[in-house]
Each structure stands twice: as structure tokens, then as C-alpha cells.
């Protein structure tokens, strides 16, 4: 059975740092693109950042370009992401992917809360 | 960036209907459309890939298809379950970008 769960999330101040954990398992990890997507309360998906399968390609939404981070360590099944110069619109909840083809997500995690407030 | 124009905003159906939700994208994306369903506190399901074909263990009363560019989800006799928001998602070129989601209400 394929397994997403995030952690790291909480509440962090602006312009602080944090990161991002999704532990991955029930597939073969290396072999799929992954991804991070995000949920701002109440309001719609916003894809933030893919990467390649051996984290070569990384890929940014125009809002994160800059400050986030996705990596990926295939030892350990376990996608990152780096999170920087935190503003509050960057409050959501994020969710881990497993971007198939790079196309769809086809696999999701149950997402962790990042609150960025003074 | 491409645009995804989703409607409506929010429907009420009842379980003998026929459900249509619509993406318009603001140029050809050549299939590279999915769909997804969120129910409340739940993170979102994958229903619909490449534009029309069911995702693993999706009941086939969800279909998609297309025209030009805009993309259709269709729920034909939706049951209960079906209630919550639809997204559609565009990954044809970065800023891989969602549609603003459609509220659906069985009723």
C-alpha cells in the first residue's frame, strides 16, 4: 500500500526558516517524480515544486521560486522541502505527491499544517 | 502561464442527474488534464488522467472527456458520497496550474 506522511509542519515566524519531511513506502520510490502541493484554509490547490527521480530536475512555482527548496534522498524514501524568508501567504497545508510522469498526482499524503505568524 | 477556467463555482444536484463540471484552458494543453475530488479535512483523490481515463479504483460513473480546449468531468447518477470540491489540473507546462474548484452538493 502506498504511504505518504508529512511532518515538520507548525507555526513559525516571518522571515524564518523551515523544512519539510514526507516518508514514503509501499513503492519503489527512485522510480517515480514527486511533489509538494499546497492548500491555503479555505481557499484552493496551488502546486509548489517537483523533482526528477534522482533529483537532478527540480521544478518551481513562481510563487516559491527563490526561497523553497524540494530534494529527495532515494536511501531513504524521504522528500524534503526548504522552506525560506517565510511570508504569511505561505500559510497552508502541504501535501506530498507522487507526480506520475510528471503529469498527475496520483498519490497523495494527508498534509501538515504550516502556520507563518508573529 | 495557462489559465484554467473552472465552472461552475458550486452546484446542487440531485442523485438523478446527470453532473457536468467544465476546465477552459487558455490554450492547448494536449490532454495533460486530471481531475480530483476533496472531501472536507481530506486530502484530494485523483479520479481523471490524461483527460479521460479512470483512475485505479474510481467507480465508472465519473468520466472525462474533451472539447478544444475546454475539458469536461462528467458524474452520471452521482451518489451521496460524491458531495465535496473538483478540481481539474493542467500539467501540459510550468506553473503546473488548478482550476479554482467546483462545490458540489447531492442533494
Known amino acids: 500500500e502506498v504511504q505518504l506522511v508529512e511532518s515538520g509542519g507548525g507555526l513559525v515566524q516571518p522571515g524564518r526558516s523551515m523544512k519539510l519531511s514526507c516518508a514514503a513506502s509501499?513503492?519503489?520510490?527512485?522510480?517515480?517524480?514527486m511533489a509538494w502541493v499546497r492548500q491555503a484554509p479555505k481557499k484552493g490547490l496551488e502546486w509548489v515544486a517537483s523533482i526528477s527521480y534522482e533529483g537532478s530536475s527540480t521544478y518551481y512555482g513562481d510563487s516559491v521560486k527563490g526561497r523553497f527548496t524540494i530534494s529527495r534522498d532515494n536511501a531513504k524514501s524521504t522528500l524534503y522541502l526548504q522552506m525560506n524568508s517565510l511570508r504569511s501567504e505561505d500559510t497552508a497545508t502541504y501535501y506530498c505527491?507522487?507526480?506520475?510522469?510528471?503529469?498527475?498526482?496520483?498519490?497523495w499524503g494527508q498534509g501538515v499544517m504550516v502556520t507563518v505568524s508573529s | 502561464d495557462i489559465q484554467m477556467t473552472q465552472s461552475p463555482a458550486s452546484l446542487s444536484a440531485s442523485l438523478e442527474e446527470i453532473v457536468t463540471i467544465t476546465c477552459k484552458a487558455s490554450q492547448g494543453i494536449d490532454d495533460y488534464l486530471s481531475w480530483y475530488q476533496q472531501k472536507p479535512g481530506k486530502s484530494p483523490q485523483l479520479l481523471i488522467y490524461d483527460a479521460t481515463s479512470l483512475a485505479d479504483g474510481v467507480p465508472s460513473r465519473f468520466s472525462g472527456s474533451r472539447s478544444g480546449t475546454q475539458y469536461s468531468l462528467k458524474i452520471s447518477r452521482p451518489q451521496v458520497d460524491d458531495s465535496g470540491i473538483y478540481y481539474c489540473l493542467q500539467s501540459y507546462s510550468t506553473p503546473y496550474t488548478f482550476g479554482a474548484g467546483t462545490k458540489l452538493e447531492l442533494k
Open positions: 505527491a507522487r507526480h506520475r510522469y510528471l503529469s498527475f498526482f496520483d498519490y
Open positions: 509501499g513503492f519503489t520510490f527512485s522510480d517515480y517524480y
